[in-house]
């Protein structure tokens, strides 16, 4: 069987993907399960990330969000049986890609599937409803009649926040960045209180947020990337770091993912006033410890039950075919694709 590999040039930035035979799983570990695998979500892969953690591969898989049914179970498996149908999230070390027709993963890192769904809806979404449960519910412990911001609203990370803050009651401001994804949002229901456009020079985001909170600001704020510094084309793009503090309410959290943010003396003393923090979003923690292994579990199940029952609603995503996986694996990664979905 054939599965999706990177293969690391000097740089990040001279990827090479192929595909490439790998052998399938012969004898299984008492945890682990074989998985016939349906659909594979792709998404941008962080190589740094891996070395970070140790992992160093000339070849490291891709696709790693994966739906599918159990063909067989280990000696001591005691969550599913063989016809079940399975999601989840391959670990870091995975030495499988997700797009290899029969994978072994341990239990731990697979839930149930509910009926209502559909493989490629799922493992479209999972990623991005665990990045808004993480932000939401883990780092900013989100509660109703809360009042959040979310900066591009109409990502696909940015809709599971939304739909998920407006289900517990939260007050929702957002951005668009273009008139398409201004008409989107306005139109979603349940709606926002408020969507700014970013493309629109004339709207202040401070001001606006002011107007809509009484002049609080707001609890939490919820980022896709920031802007370091004054540079007008990355503004209209990414919004501020200093806007954001600026819009924080006291005691508010600032959930970003900027992994290489800076902060100036000015912004601290800023936040310090508000008695504000700043979280850093890195959905991978989950599978990367164990510590928390329980509760991942418990956080898959609610997202994809939420999304079985309607509270989360993903757009839907065109399925690609296995021979598109590689040229569409390169659009994701050069950031002109949010995600990919492809049916085996």
């Not at 998404?43 to 898989?61: I, N, T």
């Not at 519910?137 to 926040?161: K, N």
């Not at 700043?278 to 509760?295: D, H, I, K, M």
């Not at 029952?309 to 390169?330: D, F, I, K, N, W």
Request: glycine share 6%.
């Amino acid at each position: 069987m054939k599965g999706l590999f990177c293969r690391a040039a000097a740089s990040d930035a001279e990827l090479t993907f192929l595909m490439e035979e790998m052998s399938p799983p012969d004898v299984l570990c008492s945890h682990q399960v074989r998985v016939r695998v349906k659909a594979c979500g792709l998404s941008p892969l962080d190589l740094k990330l891996l070395r970070d953690v140790g992992v160093h591969r000339e070849l490291v898989p891709v696709g790693r969000e994966v739906a599918g049914v159990v063909l067989q179970v280990g000696p001591k498996v005691s969550s599913f049986q063989p016809e079940d149908e399975v999601v989840g999230i391959l670990p870091l070390d995975s030495s499988y890609s997700g797009l290899c027709e029969v994978i072994a993963v341990d239990e731990y890192y697979l839930v149930q599937k509910p009926e209502k769904l559909t493989s490629v809806c799922v493992a479209g979404a999972l990623r991005d409803g665990l990045c808004a449960y993480t932000a939401l519910h883990t780092h900013a412990r989100m509660a109703a009649g809360h009042t959040l911001l979310v900066m591009d609203g109409a990502s696909p990370f940015g809709l599971m926040c939304i739909q998920l803050a407006c289900y517990h009651g939260l007050k929702v401001l957002t951005m668009s960045q273009s008139a398409q994804q201004h008409t989107f949002l306005e139109q979603l229901r349940p709606s926002v209180v408020r969507v700014i456009p970013a493309q629109d020079e004339s709207s202040d985001l401070l001001s606006v947020v002011l107007e809509e909170t009484g002049g609080l600001g707001v609890d939490i704020v919820v980022d896709s990337g920031v802007c370091l510094h004054e540079d007008k084309e990355e503004k209209k793009l990414l919004p501020h770091k200093h806007d954001i503090i600026s819009v924080l309410g006291v005691g508010g959290h600032w959930v970003t993912s900027h992994q290489d943010l800076q902060l100036d003396p000015p912004d601290c003393r800023l936040l310090h006033l508000k008695s504000a923090s700043v979280s850093f979003l890195n959905p991978e923690v989950w599978t990367a410890s164990s510590a928390q292994q329980g509760r991942y579990l418990h956080v898959l199940k609610d997202i994809v039950e939420k999304m079985s029952t309607g509270v989360l609603r993903p757009q839907p995503e065109e399925a690609l075919p296995l021979y598109e996986a590689t040229v569409a694996m390169e659009t994701v990664q050069r950031h002109q694709k949010k995600k990919v979905v492809v049916q085996l």
